[in-house]
């Protein structure tokens, strides 16, 4: 053995001073996998000609800058609260420094890649490389792309399992985009799906609406504080603006206020199927439209509705009527990495999405997101920089929701993808970055209950943030440190951030009345909720919320319902328990909209 060493150690130096070294092949290794992911198999090697467009992130000149300001403009108690920047003070903030441009620049003309294929992407802070050939790219990355295929899907991807940046260019260049990060177009992870057995409303649900539109008119709403028997079993919008009590709000600042839904997977939002609901489930608001935005390729297949894109579209109208919504359906390769407990692709094309939106001149104050994936299956660098993108978007004024995902505290039997196959509970990303405002999962009414679904935990990735520092050590303090030991990451990001409804939504699809769970319901109920928040701060001439995360832990149960029963097993685990306070299951607990409103006035 020792033998060995020593004579690896004799032929290094010669290697050192081939003459072909220079610093721009002196690589070290910025990402690996230890193995192909799981249900991804090497299919072929790229054509010859092949060529990829690259995308990489450029190390800002100051690294805490954006997040500094982001908390400053968050944070109820800081002098500049609700100072949302612009996006030109964004650019500037990520700016990266002069050094890193000419280091990434010499790296460039070293490999002859010309100007004319270089722009600058999202806020400036990213490169994006057009018509690279896929040799060139090789040798750039220290790699070996190739031709990737999905045993399930068959779709073929452009990636490899490990790459590498020479060593100079580790402090200048963040991630690069698309490597270790797999990805197909198709079946990636919505967090919804049909309960084919459960009840369903043909009919509509005409006798609530009534119920809810007389208390509206003798302004008595204390009665809603019991909620009607029925949303126990069966939920519509008029359930949710008596259980969160924004049914005697009328929106005000409806040429301002927006809300938005993200959407991936060629899930379409069918404009049909929301006149039906409407008719059936809000019979005031039949008058609702959205707009579709396709982004990136992404499509509008009117005669292929998505039950994930109906559920989110007809919930968020169906309580933020008549706040203008819009659908933003997202094509494009997205990257994934998969592990055991993804067998089928589940990721999306987020940096796609981010790319467009940081470019719309006006962004929605509002946006839910209803997919996610196990954060270990998410490169570490790639997770990182997508989570800062959220904080830009954050710090510009928007509000944004993902869902917390619906395996509790992780699906199947929870072994780790870094090789060593420990067991631990799977945290799910993007509901892990500090950025997003992260929504679990309860169920029934009068009391509602954690939904056993509710994905909920602690991020291997992101360290607590300071804003819930006192919720979640409390939480932790309770909890001891005996149960679940190694399983979980006690000093990571808890998630989710608060709850809403997660099971037995009716919602129409294809014409039909179809009954849907997940906390893909809770996430638009959620947003709604904020978005008529938004709309009332507008009205008054003052800033939207933001990235609610501050606000919310500072001001706690008083704006919201605390959920204190349920649990959320997972990974042959009962998960952890809802109770008073923060909890990984429920969160600080589900919207009430009337106290919020006291507390943003
Ligand atoms: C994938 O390809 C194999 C072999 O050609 C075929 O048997 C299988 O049906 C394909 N699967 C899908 C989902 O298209
Ligand atoms: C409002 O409703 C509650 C509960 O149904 C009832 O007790 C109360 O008398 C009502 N108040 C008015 C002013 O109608
Ligand atoms: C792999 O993951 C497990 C579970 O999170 C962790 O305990 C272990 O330290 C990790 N091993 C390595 C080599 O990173
Ligand atoms: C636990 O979380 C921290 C961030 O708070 C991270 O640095 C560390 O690697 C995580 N540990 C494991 C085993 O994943």
Known sequence: MLRLLLSALAVAPFVLASPHASRWNDFKVKHAWVGVPTDWVLHDEPALDATIDLRLAMKPEDDTAIIDALYEVSDPSHPRYGAHLSKAEVAALVAPHQNTV?????????????????????NGDWLSLTAVPVEKANAMLGTKYGLYRHVGTNETVLRCTEY???????????????????????????????????????????ALQAEIAALQ???????????????????????LRALYSTSAYTPAATSKNILGIAGYLEEFANTADLKTFLTKFRSDATSATFTTVEVNGGQNNQNDPGVEANLDIQYAEGISFPTPNIYYSTGGSPPFIADQNTPTNTNEPYLDWLDFILAQSTIPQTISTSYGDDEQTVPLDYATEVCNLFAQLGAQGTSILFSSGDSGVGPGSCQSNNGSRAEAFIPNFPASCPFVTSVGGTTRVNPEVAASLSSGGFSNYFARPSYQDTAVTTFLTKFGTTKFAGLFNRT????????????????????????????????????????????????QGKSPLGFLNPF???????????????SNPGCGTTGFTAGSGWDPVTGLGTPNFVALQSLVS
């Open 552 to 566: 919310l832990y500072s001001t706690g149960v008083s704006g919201l319902t605390d959920i204190t029963s349920g």
């Open 492 to 539: 990571g990001r808890g998630f989710p951030d608060v709850a809403a409804q997660a099971e037995n939504f009716q919602v129409i699809v294809g014409g039909r009345t179809e009954n849907v769970a997940g906390t893909s319901c809770a996430s638009p109920t959620f947003a709604a909720v904020i978005s008529l928040l938004n709309d009332f701060l507008i009205s």
């Open 102 to 122: 000419d280091e990434i620049s010499a790296w460039l003309d070293h490999h002859g890649i010309p100007a004319s294929s270089v722009s600058p992407a999202l």
């Open 164 to 206: 590498s940046l020479p060593e100079t260019l580790h402090d200048h260049i963040k991630v690069v985009a698309p490597t270790t990060y797999f990805g197909t177009t198709r079946a990636m992870r919505a967090t919804s799906f049909l309960q084919p057995n459960a009840a369903t409303l043909d009919d509509g649900d005409n």
């Open 217 to 239: 008119t003798t302004g008595n709403l204390t009665s809603l504080a019991t909620v009607p028997s029925s949303c126990g079993s069966t939920i519509t919008p008029s359930c």
